[in-house]
């Protein structure tokens, strides 16, 4: 039997091309993206502040993820168009697919609990979760992600362990100092 070197050759590129894009960093993640969701979410914690009920407060949170979230979105498109990558490349969608069931499971637990007295449970779960989901999906970023994730669930775990009137607080300094401080690492060593 002949074998085609030329064949050959292209399936071997091909192999190659795969193994690459498969072990592509997330590029496309925008440090100063990250610092403004850190912003965002001081606001909310300042803004929920203001309330005494943690369902008021929880409802100032939700909806400032939604403006975080679209606020990183915008920021990593305008990095990945400034630099010329793929913001859906294969990285990008291994990142979202490890990030998103993390964060489904935080709705699911927040809609089960909010009528429950333990909804106080929910700031700690969500550090946690988000930390689980960021620490999966940091495989495919940064540095900088990996130990954003690794240090939101130890802040989850200290939330869970302290009193209920904390969780506000809390939710600032982990959302809002942690998204400031690896976006800052993100901006300053991998490339805005």
């Known amino acids: 039997m002949r074998v085609d070197i030329k064949d050959e050759a292209e399936d071997n590129l091909r192999f190659i091309r795969g193994a690459m894009e498969r072990a592509e960093r997330v590029s496309a993640l925008s440090g100063i993206g990250g610092m403004v969701m850190g912003l965002v979410a001081l606001v909310a914690m300042a803004m929920a502040s203001r309330f005494t009920e943690l369902g008021d407060q929880l409802l100032i949170w939700i909806g400032s993820a939604f403006l975080a979230i679209s606020v990183g979105a915008l920021a990593s498109w305008l990095k990945s168009r400034k630099t010329n ?32 007295p333990q909804v106080v449970l929910v700031p700690a779960l969500w550090m946690m979760l988000y930390g689980c989901g960021v620490l999966a999906s940091g495989t495919y970023a940064a540095q900088p992600i990996i130990l954003m994730g690794g240090a939101f669930i130890v802040a989850g775990l200290f939330t869970a362990a302290l009193p209920a009137h904390w969780g506000n607080p809390l939710l600032g300094l982990a959302f809002g100092g942690l998204h400031i401080a690896c976006g800052y690492q993100v901006y300053k060593h991998h490339g805005g």
């Open 85 to 116: 990558t793929s913001l859906m490349g294969d990285a990008s969608r291994r990142f979202l697919l490890c990030l998103l069931p993390a964060v489904l499971v935080g709705v699911v637990i927040t809609w089960s609990l909010w009528p429950t």
